[in-house]
């Protein structure tokens, strides 16, 4: 790879990380929002080097006439192994395949992986605002939380309190019911962990579709930490567009 | 459709003859010594030639973009495409600030100060390095060129890798990322920086006694005195991103690939045994190459898995994964690569038992 190719390589690999970051909001299907600004930062620092290796070896060209000859020595160590070709790769999946957000096929592939959250002993951290409600308020919740409240609360406060969950349609395996689920991503989309419920009291919609899910958890009966999965019984639901991070 | 086809099919030649070229040729040969495979041809023409061929590039992808995005539906293909990008994306600014700074260190401080602060003596030089990791926030991508560049600067190579396994494990944003993770178990904590620590330094010392200089192709760059220090910053840098970049991406693919191809399920069945659980999670940190500052997450998830296991996860992962071995293997060619992932394997999974068992 000469050093023409390693320059315009590098252009190429900052516009894809400005394209994705400032153009659009690409970038909030792999990794998370406060990623954003060092992905800004590098694609600005891989462009501006890409410009100035292009410029160096424009300017070494027209020197060249009475240079040539001489310069032949030493001069290749500047060339690049050919598996930096293979930095045209991200570029390519940006421009043209422009990867969207995990969604019901990471959900279905990895059933077997959901399980109770973390065991986290104190009960004092719960991040959901179900304390500091009023006693009938309807709760906005992240999947997480509620998954992490209806295993881990030995209290059961979640118990006949009405819920507002968002996230998108997976049909469960045997294509009789459906869960809300969504990923958490701690760093970026390679981690992403699955939440879900299973629904009931409305019928499937379409995989994918997402939808605003008001209801109440079905408690179960029994210890909290030998449930599989936990239900969630429908009263009102609305299908909304796709929210602008689709991860928690 | 016949014109669709040769559009994305055009930009192949770009990629298939260097890269089986450079298959073919072995890693390890110097391909900076071999003649130019144009010797002869003006290197004007060759870069008219470059520049056209980035244009055909250019037009490939837009025509891609017009006509293949909206083909490209395959649910496993595009959760692959998601999570190679990922991997890309989130590696990416941490590559760059690694190679900015190891250009750095490389153009601005002259090799006498890396003398002044770093002990002369390999042996004592190693504990110095292991600690200095905890200094450097970075993960493992940035890492690889910095320690290429203090070897550069006559650092001592165990000093210069025990500070490449060092900086990734243990640095402060790691150590957060570890406590924000486990909330409320900071034995976890300890048992990761004290378990990745004591690795790195027995790393270091073992090769400091057995290591052989001829198995490390040293990063040698001479600049001559004349040049100036920008100009070799720039050429500095220029050259770390294009080969630890290059291997970033196999990395990335590797491990987007199993991401998407091993079922988790296997995975669940071995949680219970205890010293094959330990095994398996170090294979699958191996495996996944997830950046160090993120691993802690993915850790507290695996929640079947022993405490152990889980620092097994912790520890292995930032010395040993797919995404390293090809860095290092770009920067330090593969007969290293061969004796020091082995070893960092081995002496990170003892590590790991005897901190795990008198801590966890």
Known sequence: ?248 | MSDRTTSDAAPEPAFSPSLGDTLARGWDERVDELPPEDWGRRRGQRRTGTVWLFALFITAMAMGHAWLSEELTGQAFLAWATIFTAISFQALPFLVFGVALSAALTAFVPASAYQRFIPSRPSRAVPVAGVSGALLPGCECASVPIAGSLMKGGVAPAAALTFLLAAPSINPIVMIATAVAFAGQPEMVLARFTASLLASVVIGWIWVRFGRADWLRPPARSHGPGESRWKVFRESMLHDMMHAGGYLVVGGLAAATLNVMVPREWLLTVAGAPVISVLVLSLLAILLSICSEADAFVAVSLTDFSPTAKLAFMVIGPIVDLKLIAMQAGVFGWRFVARFAPLCLVVGLLSTFLVGGLLL
């Open chain 1, 1 to 248: 790879m000469n050093r023409m190719a390693q320059g315009l390589t590098l252009v190429l690999l900052g516009a894809a990380a400005l394209t994705s970051t400032v153009a659009t909001d690409l970038y909030l299907n792999w990794v998370k929002p406060g990623f954003g600004p060092f992905l800004i930062a590098a694609g600005v620092a891989m462009a501006v080097l890409g410009v100035l290796v292009i410029v160096a070896e424009l300017r070494e060209t027209r020197q060249e006439p009475e240079a040539e000859g001489v310069e032949h020595h030493g001069h290749d160590h500047s060339r690049a192994p050919g598996v930096a070709w293979l930095l045209l790769l991200p570029v390519v999946a940006v421009f043209v395949v422009a990867p969207p957000a995990l969604g019901a096929y990471t959900v279905e592939t990895t059933a077997g992986a959901s399980g109770p959250p973390p065991d986290q002993p104190r009960s004092g951290r719960f991040d959901d605002g179900l304390v500091d409600a009023e006693p009938g308020e309807v709760v906005p919740m992240h999947i997480r939380q509620f998954v992490m409240r209806a295993w881990i609360d030995e209290e059961r406060l979640l118990a006949g309190r009405e819920v507002e969950l968002t996230g998108f349609a997976v049909p469960t395996a045997d294509g009789q019911g459906w869960y809300l689920a969504r990923l958490q991503m701690a760093c970026c989309a390679a981690d992403a962990v699955v939440n879900k419920v299973v629904i009931s009291g409305a019928p499937a919609p379409e995989a994918d579709t997402w939808w605003r899910v008001r209801g109440r958890w079905i408690e179960p009966e029994g210890e909290l930490s030998d449930v599989s999965e936990h239900g969630f019984e429908v009263v009102e639901m609305e299908e909304v567009t796709d929210p602008p991070d689709p991860y928690e």
